[in-house]
């Protein structure tokens, strides 16, 4: 560089030099990885200049002093420029796309006095690839250029003098590159410039750890925008999913998809799985934390997948990990026995240490125990015979009274009554039990003998017969029961004679009849006699011949004339007064199926448990259909037993009906046979509009077949879900208030369903709802309290009354309960009750005294009834009448259905003054949208500006949406817990203002 030239650049050598920032300050991106950087050298670079005379290399400090190296040229004053400066080789590593980022300072042409030569405000940047370095070998073809290079700010004399440094900075990409190396190349072709320096670096993404899963670093590719990575678990950890992660051109991490789950024993720390520390466990694969160890367990040592129990704790088979240690419970206290003859009532009371769990039973063994007493013998003690009856049951009792039947007069008995629960075979040498030693009374009397047949008429029969040989007692009165032989005991009469004879009337002529005798004294009836059997006068015994016919024809003629005289006058008299019948005390004729007394106009349930032969009740209370009448058109669904199908009815006589056949499915044994009748047992009994009507059974055939009437629209919850939104409040009213019929039916019969869900209503084409499916149910004594005590099995839980769950006990009450989940159903259009809650939270929440949201668009009518069957105290419910009776009022008015829900805007008068609902109360939006499952929406909240709950508590259904709730049921479900939330916080306030 001449003279000339060198003194339009040097003068700005000082002043560029100083306002270059430390090299040691400088942090570049974690992203960027240098191949080349001039300012970290503090030597000479040796880069060639090419010629000689054209660019410069100056070495000099910044103000801190630190040494940098530029390169110069401003050869301004000379034609025909060409200067080259040459890098060293620069290895690419696995770069394949590489980034040059220059900062230099270009003096504006205009600035510079009597140019000689062709001033350039730009220069070249070129570049050559190469797999070695090749020395200071130089070819001008070699190069490809990359870009020209111009300054956006240029200096002048003026800004030299005023000390203004104006330095540029550009960044060009290159590539893609192939071979394993390359050079970069500047050429001045007339400039004034100063390269302050140059750095060539290339983009990564960096090693990181997303959800538990490492990625490593990663080069972006330049054939395509985004790299997928797969992703390692970090140790001790799974796959859930597999992890993979897009890295984008620009060194970033982008759209993070799957994760890893830290193994049992281990918790997430610090983007680690870590062992539990010692008190704690995880016992599944996932990233919550490790649990405390709960009570009466431990874990010592880290790492513990359960805790173990301590010494005389136990945890049963099928208890989870989370569920504390128990013991056997103690023994029963306060045992009572009630003799009554035979047979003895035990009571006892609950133990006072139940072992910490709830399943507890008991079960009761009979002894049959001889000599002690006045002999002074040793007392010996046996099992008690196999025909000894236990009512409801020896074992598996759930309740804390038993009866005991058929015991053997004036004997000692001993019962042992043991508690047991779900670890009782655990620890057989902590089970206790309690025991009673009774004396049993009279016995009852053995069969009659001898029975006679004394005269016999063209309708009816005069018998006879002897006194029981063992009558234990004074006979009550004896229970005479016949039947036609041909008919096999499907219909049969009873009467009741006090003495030892008795005359049968109203018997078909020339019929065989079978016959049964049996005694009954204060310990009950003893067992019939052997079958006895007679048949009553042919019609030719009443033919008249002989001498006497004259005779007997006058008399004939006047016994007539006389019945018809007296038949006349009784008509007459019957007209003006009212003449009760009566019948002989003694002879009290009651015809009725298997002994139950049927009263005229009073219709009561009669359960078929209650049958020797359980298929008897079948034939009493179903009619037997024909085979051939019924033809199957398509199976529909699958039930416990077998098929549901469609099909017709043609019964002879009467128009084709539809039908829905439910089949019991080939291979069955009996005990499967009588399980699948008993629901057409318990359907006969019934005749309402809305429960489903049985037309038939088919027992005398195969398959066998129940035939009740075809609802077109099926279950309710499902055609709800359908027709989401598409009934008005009136309509779904309407639909309650028949079922509400039905269930005042069923209770007014004495009757409990225990299972009514929606999914057991059914709906015809006229929207009628009907009452289905009574495999559940039970029978209710006449007292208002009773209630039926479950022999075990599964309880839907969503649906059943606090009692029934935590004592299995059932009554219409509990049935009022599952109706106001019913109307939660209907009004939220087949919404499954409690959502995802499982059934541990939904016992324990409405334990706490939650209660379910009214669904949205629901009446405030409607939900303060829901409330009314949800009282905890059953005695506060109401009753199916009055639910109907406020259904009619509702329908009657239908303006007090206009108020909704959502649209009021105080607390509602609570619907039990005595039991205020109490709603948990959340510090945050976040607490909240856990407690209803929908933790996954807390970042749209926060984004949309719902931090706060009183926000919250104000939404409608078109801020849900606009958060970006798209799903219909998690809407209705928020919105729902919304308006719930807005009534607490109503609450609070007015508190508040009282205070």
């Not at 240029?154 to 590539?175: A, H």
């Not at 933790?935 to 849900?960: P, R």
Request: aromatic fraction near 8%; include cysteine; charge should be neutral.
């Amino acid at each position: 560089m001449d003279c000339t030239a060198r003194s339009l650049l040097l003068p700005i050598l000082s002043l560029l030099l100083r306002c270059v920032p430390p090299a040691v300050s400088i942090i570049y991106p974690p992203n960027e990885v240098n191949l080349l950087d001039s300012k970290a050298s503090q030597g000479e670079l040796g880069w060639i200049s090419y010629p000689a005379h054209g660019w410069e290399e100056i070495s000099g400090v910044d103000e801190h002093y630190t040494p940098i190296r530029t390169f110069q040229v401003c050869n301004v004053m000379e034609y025909s420029q060409n200067n080259w400066l040459r890098t060293n080789w620069i290895p690419r590593q696995s770069a394949q796309k590489i980034y040059v980022e220059l900062k230099f300072t270009l003096r504006d042409c205009n600035s510079i006095p009597l140019v000689l030569g062709t001033c350039k405000e730009t220069f070249n940047l070129l570049y050559q690839e190469a797999d070695d370095d090749q020395g200071s070998h130089f070819r001008e073809h070699q190069f490809s250029k990359i870009d020209t290079i111009a300054a956006d700010e240029s200096f002048t004399q003026m800004d030299l003098g005023d000390r203004i440094l104006k330095l540029n900075t550009e960044v060009r990409e290159v590539g893609p590159l192939t071979k394993k190396g390359f050079y970069l190349a500047f050429q001045d072709v007339g400039a004034c410039v100063a390269l302050v320096s140059v750095r060539v670096f290339f983009k990564k993404c960096p090693n990181t750890v997303r959800n538990l899963a490492v990625f490593p670093d990663t080069v972006p590719m330049d054939s395509q925008s985004l790299v997928e990575v797969k992703g390692s678990c970090v140790n001790h950890s799974k796959e859930e999913e597999p992890p993979r992660m897009y890295c984008s051109t620009e060194g970033e991490w982008l759209v993070p998809i799957g994760k890893c789950l830290c193994n049992p024993g281990y918790e997430e720390r610090s983007s680690t799985c870590q062992m539990c520390r010692a008190g704690f466990y995880k016992s599944t694969l996932g990233n919550m934390e490790c649990s405390k160890c709960p009570p009466h367990s431990f874990s010592h040592h880290e790492g513990a997948l359960h805790c173990g129990c301590e010494k005389n704790y136990f945890r049963a088979e099928g208890d989870p990990a989370s569920m504390a240690c128990t013991r056997p419970p103690s023994a029963p206290r306060n045992v009572i026995s009630s003799i009554n003859e035979t047979s003895v009532i035990l009571d006892w009371s609950w133990p006072e240490d139940s072992g910490g769990r709830r399943d507890m039973t008991f079960t009761v063994l009979c002894k049959r125990c001889r000599g002690g007493g006045s002999s002074g013998g040793p007392l010996r003690c046996e099992p008690c015979r196999s025909n000894v009856r236990f009512f409801p049951r020896a074992a598996g009792l759930h309740n804390t009274t038993v009866t005991v039947g058929d015991l053997l007069a004036h004997t000692n008995y001993t019962f042992e009554i043991e508690a047991q629960n779900g670890v009782s075979a655990m620890a057989p040498k902590m089970r206790q039990h309690a025991a009673v030693t009774i004396t049993t009374n009279q016995a009852a009397p053995s069969p009659v003998s001898m029975i006679r047949k004394d005269k016999t008429y063209r309708n009816s029969v005069s018998l006879s017969w002897h006194e029981p040989e063992r009558p234990n007692g004074i006979i009550l009165d004896y229970e005479i029961k016949y039947y036609e032989k041909e008919e096999q005991e499907t219909s049969y009469t009873i009467l009741r004679a006090r003495g030892c004879n008795v005359t049968l009337s109203g018997l078909k002529p020339g019929t065989a009849y079978l016959l049964q005798i049996r005694a009954r004294t204060a310990a009950g009836y003893g067992a019939s006699s052997a079958t006895f059997q007679f048949e009553t006068s042919p019609d030719s015994a009443f033919s008249i011949s002989g001498e006497n016919s004259q005779v007997v024809l006058i008399a004939v003629s006047s016994a007539v004339a006389i019945i018809l005289l007296t038949v006349l006058l009784y008509v007459l008299i019957g007209r003006f007064c009212c003449r009760s019948k009566s019948k002989h005390p003694d002879e009290k004729r009651l015809q009725f199926g298997n002994g139950h007394l049927r009263l005229p106009g009073i219709r009561t349930y009669v359960d078929p448990h209650t049958y020797e032969d359980p298929g008897q009740a079948v034939h009493e209370f179903a009619k037997e259909l024909d085979a051939s009448c019924i033809s199957i058109d398509k199976v529909v669904g699958a039930g416990e037993f077998g098929e549901v199908c469609s099909g017709r009815l043609r019964t002879p006589g009467k128009k084709e009906i539809a039908v829905a056949i439910k089949t019991l499915k080939g291979g069955y044994v009996e005990r499967q046979r009588r399980d699948f009748l008993r629901e057409a047992s318990i359907m006969g009994q019934f005749d309402h509009p809305n429960i489903i009507r049985l037309e038939g059974v088919v027992t005398k055939s195969r398959p066998v077949m129940i035939v009740v009437e075809f609802m077109e629209n099926g279950s309710l919850d499902s055609f709800l879900r359908q027709h989401d939104g598409h009934f008005t409040v009136i309509q779904l009213v309407g639909m309650l208030r028949g079922i509400a019929s039905g269930m005042k039916y069923l209770s007014d019969m004495g009757y409990v369903h225990r299972d009514l869900a929606a999914r057991n209503i059914l709906v015809n084409s006229n929207l009628v709802c009907k009452v289905s499916d009574f495999g559940l149910s039970r029978v209710l004594e006449d007292d208002p309290e009773a209630a039926y005590t479950t022999t075990g099995g599964k309880i839907p839980i969503r649906w059943t009354a606090p009692e029934a769950i935590a004592y299995r006990k059932f009554s219409s009450a509990s049935d009022t309960w599952s109706y106001g989940i019913v109307m939660w159903e209907v009004m939220s259009y087949g919404e499954r009750p409690y959502w995802e809650m499982s059934n541990q939270d939904v016992i324990l929440s409405i334990e706490e005294g939650y209660r379910l949201p009214a669904p949205l668009g629901c009446p405030v009518a409607l939900h303060q009834l829901m409330l009314h069957c949800w009282q905890k105290e059953r005695s506060h419910r109401p009753k199916f009448v009055d639910i109907v009776t406020f259904l009619d009022k509702l329908i009657r008015n239908p303006s007090s259905l206009l108020p909704l829900v959502e649209d009021i805007q105080s607390l509602p008068e609570s619907p039990c003054p005595s039991e205020e609902m109490d709603y948990p109360m959340f510090i945050s939006v976040g607490e909240w949208l856990d407690s209803i499952k929908m933790s996954q929406y807390k970042n749209n909240f926060m984004a949309a500006g719902y931090n706060t709950l009183d926000a919250v508590a104000t939404m409608s259904i078109e801020d849900v949406r606009r958060v970006g709730v798209e799903l219909i049921g998690h809407q209705r479900r928020i919105i729902s817990s919304a308006q719930t939330l807005h009534l607490q916080l109503l609450h609070e306030h007015d508190k508040g203002f009282h205070v």
